[in-house]
Nanobody
Framework: QVQLVESGGGLVQPGGSLRLSCAASGMIFSINAMGWYRQAPGKERESVAGITGGGDTNYADSVKGRFTISRDNAKNTVYLQMNSLKPEDTAVYYC?????????WGKGTLVTVSS
């Protein structure tokens, strides 16, 4: 059974930084693409960043140049480094993967950007 566990969320001031982590288990991590999504209050869940098993990355326009996704296959973990945070980045951030055609989500970690 695939499990994804996010951590690293919290309260940060505008302009600050946070690093989110997502620990995966129950799958061959190194070959699976991984993604970060977020859902702000009253809004739909949206894609933030993705990384393939080979390390290719993609980003939403709203976070390009500020967020960096990376993975450590030895630790079965994907990261999201978030810099220059803005109040509009406030959301629950979710880790995502697809394994044998089944989509899996973590329970999310809350990021609040506020002064």
């Amino acid at each position: 059974q695939v499990q994804l566990v996010e951590s690293g969320g919290g309260l940060v001031q505008p302009g600050g930084s946070l690093r989110l982590s997502c620990a995966a288990s129950g799958m061959i991590f190194s070959i699976n693409a991984m993604g970060w999504y977020r859902q702000a209050p009253g809004k739909e869940r949206e894609s933030v960043a993705g990384i393939t098993g080979g390390g290719d990355t993609n980003y939403a326009d709203s976070v390009k140049g500020r967020f960096t996704i990376s993975r450590d296959n030895a630790k079965n973990t994907v990261y999201l480094q978030m810099n220059s945070l803005k109040p509009e980045d406030t959301a629950v951030y979710y880790c995502n993967t697809t394994d044998y055609g089944i989509r899996y989500w973590g329970k999310g970690t809350l990021v609040t950007v506020s002064s």
